[in-house]
């Protein structure tokens, strides 16, 4: 219940917060909670690598970047299927270091929540968000 309600308030606020509806079309979107806060939120620009600072001042970096022609290729082999749900591919980066470090790397859905636990040095929760809208010249 509390996924369904966290999804449709993020939902709300993306279309609240747009003052253009239409410019969210097919844009992805990132929101991340930590120990149940709202930390951030943006558009994602492919392969940017997102800085953000959690509250207990940790710095990560969030690279997502949508799934490859090859990434699906292979889902659709292995699952035998003829469509695949939309991917992104998910790298997580402590920037605290001289050095960042992938804590994590993962593919989630367009449209999902993702978790990362503590031991994975994270902690965090990112909802993906990629509305589809509907055009007028596409109801013929």
């Given at each position: 219940?509390?996924?369904?309600?966290?999804?449709?308030?993020?939902?709300?606020?993306?279309?609240?917060?747009?003052?253009?509806?239409?410019?969210?079309?097919?844009?992805?979107?990132?929101?991340?909670?930590?120990e149940g806060k709202d930390v951030d939120n943006w558009v994602v620009k492919?392969?940017?690598?997102?800085?953000?600072?959690?509250?207990?001042?940790?710095?990560?970096?969030?690279?997502?970047?949508?799934?490859?022609?090859?990434?699906?290729?292979?889902?659709?082999?292995?699952?035998?299927?003829?469509?695949?749900?939309?991917?992104?591919?998910?790298?997580?980066?402590?920037?605290?270091?001289?050095?960042?470090?992938?804590?994590?790397?993962?593919?989630?859905?367009?449209?999902?929540?993702?978790?990362?636990?503590?031991?994975?040095?994270?902690?965090?929760?990112?909802?993906?968000?990629?509305?589809?809208?509907?055009?007028?010249?596409?109801?013929?």
């Open positions: 219940m509390r996924s369904i309600l966290t999804f449709a308030v993020f939902s709300a606020c993306l279309a609240l917060s747009s003052s253009d509806v239409l410019a969210d079309c097919q844009q992805q979107h990132a929101f991340v909670q930590s492919p392969g940017e690598v997102h800085k953000i600072t959690l509250l207990k001042g940790t710095q990560l970096g969030l690279q997502i970047s949508p799934a490859t022609a090859e990434k699906y290729r292979e889902l659709l082999k292995k699952t035998g299927q003829k469509e695949f749900p939309e991917l992104v591919e998910i790298s997580i980066f402590d920037l605290s270091p001289s050095t960042p470090t992938l804590l994590s790397h993962t593919w989630g859905g367009a449209n999902s929540r993702q978790g990362y636990g503590s031991l994975s040095g994270a902690a965090i929760e990112i909802m993906f968000i990629k509305p589809q809208c509907v055009k007028l010249e596409e109801l013929k």
